[in-house]
């Protein structure tokens, strides 16, 4: 815990219902008093049972550890962390939880710092708050995303070093997101991808996207703040379409976009077709970055009528234009029609004349 307001706290206590903690390590002040600009440290281990191992999590993926902190100034605060579960089959066909290969892979380490579920902004709470820790397993993921709001997500961690080119795949298809590509321009470790596929609209935006919406999701690399243009590069995200979706909702294949949610509005990024099979259409955009996302068409009645509507504004002056030339021409063909046929006529008449004449010049 660090106290970053103004006040000194007292009655400090951390409660945490999963693992038992020990500490605080760093009251070196004043005994019992967390006092302004004071960090406390907790610590505390969990063993992963069989029950999670079977469960999955509770179905997630994840084993969620929530601590509570109290004290006198300050209304309680709940702090969460979320430690991905990566199952491993053993040669003697047991499971163990593989957490890092660098560390135990049986024990979750209670975090020295954790992120505040509560604060919808991103930014730390007044005195009292705390935040996450990336601890021995590299850097984790955690989410803003109140958990009513968000249908299923899907967890993958990978090893992110500097330089190297990073997949991210999402073997269990349980989203409309296939994999996230980058390049990396920063160690960080075995790191957790989280993807979330919303019911709804993100609660971390403003306003909706234009045009019909498939799908809301988020997209969180690591501690909240890894993945910028500093650590991250040429970041690409491949997801997937339904054709259902498109001939339900009469959707344009080529009016699908890649929304991405960043400073107030909606970017949009164009998609390129990757391929496709006989249920989905799977499509890669690039992206400067990793939040909130929406994947968005155009309705085809809505994009003819819009064509319609703008040929009339075109077309009658060349209408106009050519229906008079047209007709002129016509008027000019048809003149030289007659004169083409009326010609050879006088010409004969003309020829016939003149031979007369001569014939009556001789007779006399």
Partial sequence: MNNDGNVDLTGVSVKDSLITLTGPAGDNVDPGVLNVGEIWTYKGT???????????????????????????????????????????????????????????????????????????????RDSGSSHRSAGSRGVGGSSPEPAKNIEVKELSQVFIENS???????????????????????????????????????????????????????????????????????????????????????????????????DGKWDKAPVSLLKQDDKFLYFTAETPGFSSFAITGKMRSVSEENSKNIQPESEPEMLNEKGIGNKGMG????????????????????????LLALFLYKRK
Avoid: H
């Fill in 46 to 124: 969990y063993t992963v049972t069989q029950e999670d191992i079977s469960t999955d999590g509770g179905g997630d993926g994840f084993i969620e550890n929530t601590a509570t902190v109290s004290s006198n100034e300050l209304p309680d605060e709940n702090s969460s962390v979320e430690q991905a579960i990566d199952i491993k089959e053993t040669d003697e066909n047991t499971a163990t939880d593989e957490k890092d290969t660098d560390s135990e892979s049986d024990t979750i380490t209670s975090p020295e710092e954790s992120e505040d579920d509560d604060s919808k902004d991103g930014d730390s």
């Fill in 164 to 262: 190297n080119n990073v997949e991210i795949n999402f073997r269990k298809n349980a989203t409309c997101v296939m994999s996230v590509n980058f390049d990396a321009k920063k160690t960080a470790g075995k790191t957790t991808t989280i993807v979330e596929m919303l019911k709804g609209k993100s609660s971390l935006v403003s306003e909706m996207p234009t045009d019909a919406v498939y799908r809301y999701f988020n997209i969180w690399i690591g501690n909240r703040g890894f993945a910028t243009p500093e650590n991250i590069e040429n970041a690409v995200i491949c997801f997937k379409v339904e054709k259902s979706w498109l001939q339900e909702n009469d959707i344009d294949e080529s009016s699908i976009i890649l929304n991405r949610y960043n």
């Fill in 331 to 354: 008027a000019e063909q048809e003149a030289e029609q007659e004169e083409s046929t009326s010609a050879p006529g006088f010409e004969i008449v003309y020829c016939m004349t003149c």
